[in-house]
């Protein structure tokens, strides 16, 4: 014999199956106003944060001494595998994207269509990330795959200016 709670459960099931055609239309606008909700209630910032905010050579130029941030360049070539494995592993870690967007400006140079940039810079070898404080000027060039931990510390050596009294070596042995 079922219980009353049984009971009472199968009748509003059997109530659900027999007018469920009908009600799914009241629900349906239930969605939509929720999805606009989110779509309109997420700023962009927030909805971007785990990816890199990349721009050209020239506005990163232009935009470094008004938001007082160095550069970064990261010069790659479509057939590099260790470009590939950087942005891979390196460029898609939160915390690194994080201090990349927050702290520096970013310029991504594919040396195969920007050749000028390529033979300004003298870059010969993929990849290679260049830092440019916010002038212009070279602080440090490092070649090759460079692991998470220590392009955490290259970040952190540029960005909170380390680089004017302190060699890199010196830095990453305290």
């Known amino acids: 014999m079922p219980t009353q709670s049984g009971c009472i459960l199968q009748?509003?099931?059997l109530c659900l199956r027999a007018d469920r055609?009908?009600?799914w239309i009241y629900f349906l606008p239930v969605c939509f106003a929720f999805l606009a909700c989110l779509w309109l209630g997420c700023p962009a910032h927030l909805c971007a944060a785990d990816k890199l905010n990349w721009v050209d050579y020239e506005t990163a130029l232009q935009k470094s001494k008004g938001d007082q941030r160095p550069l970064f360049i990261f010069f790659t070539s479509?057939?590099?595998y260790k470009c590939t494995e950087m942005k891979r592993k390196v460029f898609q870690n939160n915390e690194i994207i994080s201090i990349l967007n927050e702290r520096f400006l970013l310029v991504?140079?594919?040396?195969?269509?920007q050749k000028k940039l390529k033979d300004d810079f003298r870059i010969y070898f993929t990849p290679t990330s260049s830092?440019?404080?916010i002038h212009g000027k070279p602080i440090i060039d490092v070649k090759g795959y460079i692991p998470t931990s220590r392009f955490r510390e290259l970040l952190q050596y540029v960005s909170e200016g380390h680089y004017k009294k302190t060699a890199f070596s010196d830095f990453t042995n305290k």
């Open 108 to 113: 991504e140079v594919d040396i195969s269509q």
């Open 78 to 80: 479509p057939w590099c």
């Open 21 to 23: 055609k009908e009600k």
């Open 131 to 133: 830092f440019l404080d």
């Open 11 to 13: 009748k509003l099931s």
